[in-house]
């Protein structure tokens, strides 16, 4: 039988060595079926006496038998050997796949758990943000119920009017009381004087009307546009200060359409009698603004705000207080329309009229302040309101308890240093630890402790508690010792019947935040 014999030097896959042993065992088989063919005639109990060299042959024949079966049981453990080796690769292969598989499902786990961690993340800044929309909307709404002028209304707890409520003066808004100069007055705004019998009557309204008893007033300023055209026809001056009086008294009384209708009439006749260019034309377009603004419809009346501050610029100057409390008014208008940059701008122009004409302590610097810092506020500027918050604060201190320095400090200084030093003190330190510092502010203005609020809020929207409840625990004291009754009155006096020099300071009321 012939063998073949492979080079050393090349090595055999596992199937090779399978399908050469199981070639191998075939021989073997074949070679072992020959050796017992020719074994089998040797070992008959019938051979007797066989041919000489028998013995020698059949002993032979054995041990090639013998190194033949080896061969085949060895050829079997290789089998198996192949067998087995082809079952742990397969176990190998499985477990590969497995491996695999787990690194495949780790991945997609760690991308799954990345995912979620970012949903989460986006989720918690979306939670974060909403809280500081509400955090911002209360302190709006606490901006806007806080009333630097609060009115007996507010302090009974009923809702506060919308801020175009507080759009300074209707021309007919002031002091009765007759003015000494009259006839000088009557001559520099077309030559007419109200005789004293219609001004008593005209007083009465304002008095009735700031009572809230409009069915006395509403008839007895009816009388007095009846005498008044009996005498002097529908087309005269003081016909047209009486409708206005009139018409602030239905706007009260919220009969916007009969108000617009008064005010239209006492324009046209102010317009034909006085000039377009006219102070008193002026008031009208003011009151007709305001009255606009209260129906909601700002961009009617923002229009008529422009050519009442026209008018006074042309006549007082651009630099007069007058016009920048027109400014003022007009800010408010387009504050309520989103206009953020104008607003920012009529308020700048109003406070620099202010601070120039009327020095830095007059209280409407601090009232514009405010309200400038407000519109900063809506536009997220709150770095800059701050600043003007402290402004105001640190000039209401320094009027009333001198210059700042290291033992007199405004408010906003003694919250921010219990705001740093809240972590070092274990409990609550008594708020006499710094004497009277509740009262660094005059606790009887209503701009500052609007300011307070204001201010407290915002501290509180940037975290900083303790300060805010500082401000907010001095505001509370404020309101409680501080404001007296007549200087929470509303102010809803009407305007002397007497048309106003454009010299007059208090041709409007101040302006509220």
């Not at 067998?83 to 787990?102: F, Y």
């Not at 003066?169 to 705004?189: C, K, L, R, T, Y």
């Not at 046209?268 to 008031?283: M, Q, S």
């Not at 007059?504 to 101040?510: V, W």
Request: with cysteine; charged share 30%.
């Amino acid at each position: 039988m012939a063998t073949m014999v492979l080079p050393r030097e090349e090595k055999l896959s596992q199937d090779e060595i399978v399908l050469g042993t199981k070639a191998v065992i075939q021989g073997l088989e074949t070679l072992r079926g020959e050796h017992r063919a020719l074994l089998a005639p040797l070992v008959a109990p019938d051979a007797g006496e066989a041919e000489p060299g028998s013995q020698e042959r059949c002993v032979l024949l054995r041990r090639s038998l013998e190194a033949i079966e080896l061969g085949l049981g060895e050829a079997q453990v290789i089998l198996a050997l192949s067998s087995h080796l082809g079952a742990v690769e397969s176990e190998k292969q499985k477990l590969r796949a497995q491996v695999r598989r787990l690194v495949q499902e780790n991945q997609w786990l760690r991308e799954e758990l990345a995912g979620t961690q970012q949903k989460l993340q986006r989720s918690e800044q979306a939670v974060a943000q909403l809280e500081e929309e509400k955090q911002h909307l209360l302190f709006m709404s606490q901006i806007r119920k806080l009333d630097e002028d609060t009115s007996p209304s507010e302090e009974k707890g009923e809702v506060p009017k919308d801020s175009l409520d507080d759009l300074f003066p209707n021309e007919e808004e002031q002091n009765p009381a007759p003015s000494p100069g009259g006839g000088d007055v009557a001559a520099q705004h077309g030559g007419y004087e109200i005789p004293a019998r219609l001004r008593t009557l005209h007083n009465l309204v304002i008095q009735y009307a700031s009572q809230g008893r409009y069915e006395v007033a509403v008839p007895l300023c009816k009388q007095a546009l009846e005498d008044l055209e009996k005498t002097s026809g529908h087309d005269h001056p003081d016909v047209a200060t009486m409708l206005n009086i009139l018409a602030l008294v239905y706007r009260d009384q919220n009969k916007y359409k009969e108000a617009a209708h008064l005010l239209n009439d006492a324009l046209a006749i102010r317009e034909k009698t006085l000039g377009k260019d006219h102070p008193a034309v002026a008031a009208t377009l003011n009151n007709l603004a305001v009255l606009y603004g209260k129906r909601g419809k700002y961009k009617e009346a923002e229009p008529l705000c422009k050519r009442a501050l026209e008018i006074r610029e042309k006549v007082l100057g651009k630099f007069h207080p007058d016009v920048a409390k027109q400014l003022s008014n007009l800010a408010l208008l387009c504050q309520n329309q989103g206009k953020a940059e104008e607003v920012e701008y009529y308020y700048r122009r109003a406070l620099e009229i202010y601070a120039t004409r009327l020095g830095p302590d007059d209280p409407n610097v601090a009232k514009t302040k405010n309200n400038l810092a407000s519109c900063y506020l809506k536009q997220g500027k709150y770095q800059d309101a701050e600043t003007l918050y402290k402004e105001i604060l640190t000039r209401a201190h320094e009027k009333e308890f001198g210059s700042v320095n290291g033992d007199n400090k405004p408010i906003w200084m003694h919250a921010e240093e219990r705001e740093e030093s809240k972590d070092k003190r274990r409990d609550s330190t008594a708020y006499g630890e710094y004497g009277s510092w509740y009262k660094a502010c005059k606790v009887d203005s209503p701009t500052v402790n609007t300011t307070l609020r204001s201010l407290g809020a915002l501290y509180r929207r940037q975290g900083k508690l303790e300060a805010a409840h500082t401000l907010e625990d001095c505001a509370s004291r404020s309101r409680k010792q501080g404001l007296d009754p007549a200087s929470q009155t509303k102010v809803v006096e009407l305007l002397l019947v007497l048309p106003v020099s454009p010299k007059d300071p208090c041709l409007f009321c101040s302006i509220s935040g």
